[in-house]
């Protein structure tokens, strides 16, 4: 956002040349939201992190996209039984370096979108303070892999 730009703009990085120090965009589009809206940080895991959940004794298995400490963005192919507002039990197991750690919480889903394969749900999270400490670890462990990693392509 600027004095040009009167919203965020989102764009599709074609081509970056670390040489010349030149990124190629291209698909601009203006955003209704910025990142810096957000309350919470939001990282996307390394791997793939599937998760259950249950909704009216019916079981839905997805892949998480992003998260933070109170939400989720969920990839799933079908909706089943779920809308707007319901409420569910979500579990996933969190991959850190040496070890996993199961979690199980209570969440509501807070948004629907449809894709191309699919549908993307955002989950509304209502966890347990050992459950947002274990989720804050996660996420300052993947915000610091992911500055390494800029580094790393950048030098």
């Known amino acids: 956002q600027s004095e040009i730009f009167p919203k965020n703009v989102l764009a599709k990085i074609v081509k970056i040349d670390l040489k010349s120090k030149m990124i190629l965009l291209s698909k601009f589009k203006y955003l209704d939201h910025s990142a810096l809206d957000r309350k919470s940080i939001r990282v996307q ?16 298995t997805g892949i998480i996209t992003d ?13 089943g039984k779920l809308k707007l507002d319901s409420p569910m039990k979500i579990e996933f197991v969190l991959p850190f370096k040496n070890t996993s750690t199961k979690i199980e919480t209570d969440a509501r889903i807070y948004k629907i ?43």
């Open 113 to 155: 979108e449809k894709m191309q394969k699919g549908y993307k749900i955002i989950a509304l999270l209502f966890c347990k303070p050992n459950i947002e400490d274990m989720l804050h670890q996660y996420i300052s462990t993947r915000q610091l892999q992911i500055i390494k990693e800029i580094h790393d392509i950048l030098i």
């Open 67 to 79: 998260f933070s400490i109170n939400s989720l963005s969920i990839a799933l192919r079908q909706l």
């Open 45 to 60: 895991p390394k791997e793939h992190i599937i998760c259950t959940m249950h909704h009216m004794e019916e079981k839905i």
